[in-house]
């Protein structure tokens, strides 16, 4: 389809709102300091999957003072997350936009191969799971995933499934049911 909105990042409010869905009442909101979310950042670029698909330079990871936002910035090859969102859901988001840039792929920030791939990233870091239930709620908002030639599924999760899945099937309510948070993530 042609038209004004190509180009445009016109979907990128739904995909906030499908990520937030999708993590509700689950580990990937659970507020953690940064030395952790480097550690799982570290783990998760030491995987095969990682490795054979995107570069090996290693991504740092800070917090920044926004209250609003957070993001990816490929210069300095660095993920900046708000501290309102130190969490595996931003991290997940974030990593996903240094993947696509890995990728070279060319699109509207949040089109259909960011979403492929950040099905591939929860996958990575929570196990299967985790990454059917985003694509699940993406399938809900009519948000299409995008084909990935050449890229294989995660092998191997940073955090054994059963983190995810336990929690999650408990409906865990946790400490910080989500009260909308707005765009935290560019
Ligand atoms: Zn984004």
Do not use: K
Not at 45 to 58: I, K, R, V
Not at 114 to 137: K, T, W, Y
């Amino acid at each position: 389809m042609s038209g004004p909105l190509v180009g445009r990042d016109h979907e990128r409010q739904q995909v906030y709102t499908a990520e937030d869905l999708s993590g509700e009442h689950t580990v990937l909101v659970d507020p953690r300091e940064i030395v952790e979310l480097r550690q799982i950042l570290g783990q998760l670029q030491a995987q095969p999957w990682w490795t054979g698909n995107f570069s090996a330079e290693p991504i740092t990871l800070v917090a920044n003072r926004s209250t609003q936002q957070s993001s990816f910035d490929p210069v300095q090859r660095r993920i900046s997350l708000s501290p309102a969102a130190t969490d595996l859901n931003t991290l997940a988001h974030e990593v996903t936009h240094a993947a696509v840039h890995d990728r070279n792929y060319r699109e509207a920030p949040h089109g259909p191969r960011f979403r492929a791939l950040h099905v591939m990233v929860r996958a990575a870091i929570l196990g299967p799971e985790s990454g059917v239930d985003l694509a699940e709620q993406y399938r809900r908002f009519g948000l299409a995933l995008g084909r990935l030639p050449g890229v294989e599924t995660p092998g191997e999760s940073v955090f054994n499934e059963a983190v995810y899945r336990n929690q999650h099937i408990a409906g865990w309510p946790g400490m910080n049911t989500p009260a909308h948070r707005g765009p935290i993530a560019l």
